[in-house]
C-alpha cells in the first residue's frame, strides 16, 4: 500500500492553487509532477558538479561522466536489463522511437514488413509510416479487439517471412489497456524471417514503465522505449533499451561528437554501445534527476505503484459508470490488465468544452485525441476527454472531477 | 476564461442555436478542414455578389462551443464584405465579436472558422492556402 498522503507532501506543486481552487492534477499519462527529491538532485548536480562528460579529465568531468554512466547503470537495474550498454539515452520516448525506425529500416529490404497496431501513439506510428515510404517498405496495421487490446489471432495472420519487426505500445495511453508482451514476444518470435532469423518485437513503454514492474528479460521483448518525464523525472531525457547483439549490428542514428571511435578524412568508426548512438553532449542533469526518479519510485516499489492505480482505475471507471451520460472507452476493469488511463466523452458536450469547465475548479485532464488519430477515428470520437492517476492521486480527486461533471452539464446541457 | 458573464451566455446561445448553419445553394467559395491538433472541423461555404463580396455564407461541422460560436458569429457579421477586408481580419477582429479573452492554447478553436475562410479565398485565387496556418497561437 502506498501512503498517499505523506506521498503528496513530496510533490510541491501540489500545494498550489488554480483559479483559486486546489490544484487537482488527473493529466499524468501526458507528463506526471516531479517530487522534491528529483529537483534536489539536478540542483545538486548543478550547484556542485557539472561539466561536460568523457572529455576533461579534471575532477569535475569525472564526476559528471560517472553520474551520466550511474544513471545508465541505475536504468539497467530498473527494467532488468542484462548490461548497461543496452541502455541509450535520448531525449524522450519520440526520440527512442525514430532512432530504432531509422537505423533499423536503413537494414531491411525493399518489401520486407513492419507491422504496428491501430493503437498506437502517434510517435510509434508516424516513424514507421515514414520510414516505409522512404525504403519501399510495407506498413501493417493489426486490428484491437473490443476490449482494447492486440487482437492476437489478427497478428498471427499479418505476420510473413517478411514481417521483420512488430512495434507496439504495452498499454494504451487513451484507453488504459495493457498488451499482453509476454505473448506477443512468443508470437512473434516464433514467426521465422527469410533471412533466417526471426521477427523482432520493439515495445512503447512509455505508459507502463511508469506505473507497474517491467522486466525485460522475462518479458522478452527486442527493444523498449520509455520517457522519464511521465515518471518522476525530468523532461528531455528517454530511454532506448535493445538487447545488446541487436544494437551491436545497427547503423548510428545521429553522427558527431562522443559516439567515435577513430576519425579520418574519409572514415569513421564508431564507439562502444551505448556511446555510439548517444552523439554531441547528453542531458546531463536530465540523467542525474531521472536517476533520483527512479530511486524514489523503487522505494515507494512498482508492485505497490501498480496496486494503487488498479484500485484507482476500478474506482474512476465505476463512478463514471454510474453518469448515465458518460460513455467509456474501453470500459471493462480486469485486474492487471488495465492501467488508471480512462477516456470518456459526457453526452454530446464537445472534450474541450467539459475541460474548459473543469479547468475551472482547478481540475487538470486532458482532452483531444491523444496524439492518437488512427484509433480516435475507428471509435468514431475526434475527441474524448481522458484522466489519468498517478502515485500521488487520491479517490477524492476523482470525486471531485465527478461532482464537477455536474457543472458541465450546467453551462452545456 | 469564466463562463458565468453575460458575453459567455451569447457564446453559448450560438453554439446552441448556430446561425446560418447548412450549405449555401450556390456554392463559390467552399473550403472544409480540421484543426490537427483537437480535431474540430469546418466547411465553409459561400456566395459572391458581382463585385465579387459575400452575399451568403454559411457553414457546417464539428467542434467545442468556442469554435463554432465563433464561426456562427462570423458568418452574421462578414456579409457585404470583400475578400480584402476579410483577408485582413486578426484574432482580436474574432475576440471582439466574442466579447471575451481566451487562454492562449484556446485562440486556434477561436481562429479555425476564420482561417478556413481566409484558405478558402486563397484557394479561389489560385493561392496556396498554406500561408495561412491553422493551428497558430
Given at each position: 500500500m502506498l501512503n498517499v498522503q505523506n506521498i503528496r507532501k513530496d510533490f510541491p506543486i501540489l500545494q498550489r492553487k488554480v483559479h483559486g481552487k486546489p490544484l487537482i492534477y488527473l493529466d499524468s499519462a501526458a507528463s506526471s509532477q516531479k517530487p522534491q527529491q528529483v529537483i534536489d538532485a539536478i540542483v545538486h548536480y548543478y550547484s556542485t558538479s557539472h561539466a561536460n562528460i568523457h572529455?576533461?579529465?579534471?575532477q569535475l568531468g569525472e564526476e559528471a561522466t560517472t553520474a551520466y554512466e550511474e544513471a545508465h547503470k541505475h536504468t539497467a537495474q530498473f527494467i532488468n536489463a542484462t548490461s548497461w550498454r543496452e541502455i541509450i539515452f535520448t531525449k524522450n520516448t519520440t526520440e527512442s522511437l525514430n532512432l530504432l525506425a531509422y537505423s533499423l529500416s536503413k537494414t531491411f529490404k525493399k518489401g520486407d514488413e513492419i507491422i504496428v497496431s491501430r493503437k498506437e501513439h502517434h510517435s510509434n506510428f508516424v516513424p514507421w509510416q515514414q520510414c516505409a515510404k522512404e525504403h519501399g517498405l510495407v506498413l501493417k496495421i493489426v486490428e484491437i479487439t473490443p476490449d482494447g487490446v492486440i487482437d492476437l489471432a489478427h497478428l498471427r495472420t499479418l505476420l510473413t517471412k517478411k514481417t521483420r519487426i512488430v512495434s507496439i505500445t504495452h498499454m494504451s495511453n487513451v484507453l488504459g489497456t495493457v498488451n499482453d508482451v509476454k505473448e506477443i514476444a512468443a508470437i512473434v518470435h516464433a514467426n521465422k524471417t527469410e533471412d533466417g532469423g526471426h521477427t523482432l518485437l520493439s515495445v512503447d513503454g512509455a505508459q507502463s514503465v511508469p506505473h507497474m514492474a517491467v522486466d525485460v528479460q522475462n518479458l522478452d521483448c527486442d527493444f523498449l522505449s520509455f520517457s522519464s518525464h511521465k515518471m518522476l523525472g525530468p523532461t528531455g531525457i528517454g530511454v532506448l533499451y535493445g538487447k545488446r547483439a541487436l544494437l551491436e549490428k545497427m547503423p548510428p542514428f545521429l553522427f558527431g561528437?562522443?559516439?567515435?571511435g577513430s576519425v579520418t578524412e574519409k572514415e569513421t568508426s564508431f564507439g562502444d554501445l551505448p556511446w555510439k548512438f548517444e552523439a554531441g553532449t547528453p542531458n546531463i542533469s536530465g540523467a542525474v534527476g531521472f536517476s533520483a526518479a527512479l530511486t524514489y519510485l523503487e522505494n515507494l516499489g512498482m508492485d505497490n505503484v501498480w496496486n494503487h492505480e488498479q484500485e484507482l482505475a476500478a474506482y474512476a471507471l465505476a463512478q463514471l459508470k454510474k453518469q448515465k451520460d458518460v460513455t467509456i472507452y474501453a470500459p471493462a476493469f480486469v485486474k492487471g490488465k488495465r492501467g488508471a488511463v480512462v477516456s470518456f466523452t459526457l453526452g454530446t458536450i464537445h472534450a474541450h468544452d467539459v475541460i474548459s469547465i473543469l479547468d475551472q475548479e482547478g481540475i487538470a485532464v486532458r482532452a483531444g485525441h491523444h496524439c492518437a488519430q488512427p484509433l480516435l477515428d475507428s471509435m468514431g470520437v475526434p475527441a474524448t476527454v481522458r484522466l489519468s492517476a498517478y502515485v500521488y492521486t487520491t479517490k477524492e480527486e476523482i470525486d471531485a472531477l465527478i461532482t464537477a461533471l455536474d457543472k458541465v452539464r450546467k453551462v452545456f446541457g | 476564461m469564466s463562463f458565468d458573464t453575460y458575453s459567455m451566455e451569447i457564446i453559448l446561445d450560438h453554439y446552441k442555436n448556430p446561425h446560418n448553419k447548412g450549405k449555401v445553394a450556390h456554392v463559390d467559395l467552399l473550403n472544409r478542414e480540421k484543426n490537427p491538433s483537437c480535431g474540430d472541423e469546418i466547411e465553409v461555404s459561400a456566395t459572391l455578389d458581382t463585385e465579387q463580396k459575400i452575399r451568403e455564407i454559411k457553414f457546417d461541422g464539428h467542434g467545442c462551443a468556442i469554435s463554432l460560436a465563433s464561426i456562427s458569429m462570423l458568418t452574421d457579421e462578414l456579409k457585404g464584405k470583400s475578400f480584402q477586408e476579410i483577408m485582413k481580419m486578426e484574432k482580436q477582429d474574432v475576440l471582439a465579436l466574442l466579447g471575451i479573452d481566451v487562454a492562449p492554447l484556446r485562440i486556434k478553436c477561436v481562429m479555425l472558422g476564420l482561417r478556413v475562410l481566409q484558405r478558402s479565398i486563397l484557394k479561389h485565387e489560385g493561392k496556396d492556402a498554406q500561408g495561412i496556418s491553422l493551428s497558430e497561437i
Open positions: 572529455r576533461g579529465i579534471h561528437g562522443g559516439m567515435v | -
